[in-house]
């Protein structure tokens, strides 16, 4: 039961991101905000130095989600790893039915 409530509330979180993310159409990133934003306050200011690769959409957004597949098998790998240490009380103890 106590799954079925927790599957609910995240799909409930995945639909009101989408329509809340795609409600004035712009998704772009931080990154591009954050550019405008100076060039829109000092629009002289030189940066401290220059990126030596900058890779097309589709590189990164493979690089990205490269990193957070690296990053959930890491902390997958750390908690199952918690799990199975002898003697462990983390959050992952068996209920009684």
């Known amino acids: ?47 401290y130095f220059n990126s030596i690769f900058e890779p097309s959409g589709e590189t990164e957004s493979l690089l990205f989600a490269l990193q957070a597949s690296i990053g959930a098998f890491v902390i997958g790998y750390i908690l199952g790893r918690k799990k199975n240490d002898k003697g462990s009380n983390i959050v992952f103890e068996k209920q009684q039915s």
């Open 1 to 47: 039961m106590k799954n079925y409530i927790l599957m609910i509330i995240a799909a409930i979180v995945i639909v009101f991101s989408l329509v809340i993310g795609s409600h004035n159409g712009d998704l772009s990133g931080a990154d591009g905000k954050a550019e405008e934003m100076i060039t829109e306050v000092a629009p002289d200011y030189e940066p």
